[in-house]
């Protein structure tokens, strides 16, 4: 049998069927690597896969809604049948339904923000973690948000600092607090993982009102998803360097 080390590695991309996770399973893809885009919608994964595969990458449409556990659990089988390991999870699967400060947030909207931004990218981690754990160098990319950085959003020079969106912003806090965990119980492992911050970018979830292009915003992803052994693990990076917590 071949040495799976020789092979294409394997990358697993939530939510990737538009967006910045379209776009980072794209960059991905024409580096070589075989992309699979987890998508809620069959439908829309495949559409997403083809467009894609007619640019001459390998990518594969998987059926995968982080907040369905038994989506997660067949998407971990169907990857360990069809690979045997798993070298790059993104984390990128999200919603934005409240732009509400805390004393307005409604409790319902927090919990269905976490139920998919945080819990479902732990279930997705977790699941997979052991297919990581069989690659050569498994890397572990979260997208948080520059809403997620404390430092900044408590600070009034920032120029976001009245962008407040307590839901999803603190749901991306919690990604940077799982990010710094993971990544100290798996320093002794050559898995890295790292929060990436995209920054302001149109996409759906803001009307397409942010100033950056997908194209740009994946590139932090795409670099933190393809680091190098001596690289970082448990940072939360922009493209221009390191983000304060």
């Known amino acids: 049998m071949a040495n799976q ?39 829309r994964g ?24 038994s989506t997660i659990d067949a998407a971990a089988v169907h990857i360990e049948r069809e690979f045997g390991r798993l070298d790059i999870l993104v984390n990128n699967a999200g ?15 927090l ?3 976490f139920e998919t931004n945080f819990f479902g990218a732990f279930a997705v981690t977790k699941a997979l973690l052991p297919l990581l754990r069989k690659a050569e160098a498994g890397r572990i ?16 020079q920032w120029a976001l600092y009245e962008h407040v969106y307590f839901a ?13 965990a993971l990544a100290k119980d798996l320093r002794n492992t050559p898995i890295k993982v790292n929060s990436a911050d995209p920054g302001f970018t149109a996409t759906d979830m803001n009307g397409h009102t942010g100033p950056k292009k997908p194209e740009q915003a994946a ?22 360097g390191p983000v304060p917590w």
């Open 5 to 43: 080390f020789n092979q294409p590695r394997v990358a697993l991309i939530t939510g990737a069927n538009k967006g910045i996770r379209f776009e980072t399973a794209r960059q991905l893809g024409r580096l070589g690597i075989t992309v699979l885009l987890g998508a809620r919608d069959g439908k």
């Open 46 to 69: 495949q559409r997403a896969a083809e467009t894609l595969r007619g640019e001459g990458l390998e990518a594969r449409p998987i059926v995968l809604d982080v907040t369905d556990q």
């Open 95 to 109: 919603i934005f339904i409240e732009k509400q400060p805390a004393s307005r947030c409604q409790l319902e909207n």
């Open 111 to 113: 919990r269905r923000t």
């Open 141 to 156: 990319v979260n997208l948080a948000s520059d809403l997620a950085s404390l430092g900044n959003t408590s600070d009034p």
């Open 168 to 180: 999803y912003a603190s749901s991306k806090v919690a990604i940077n607090a799982m990010t710094v």
């Open 219 to 240: 590139l932090v992803p795409v670099q933190l998803a393809t680091l190098p052994p001596d690289g970082p693990s448990g940072g939360y990076f922009d493209e221009n």
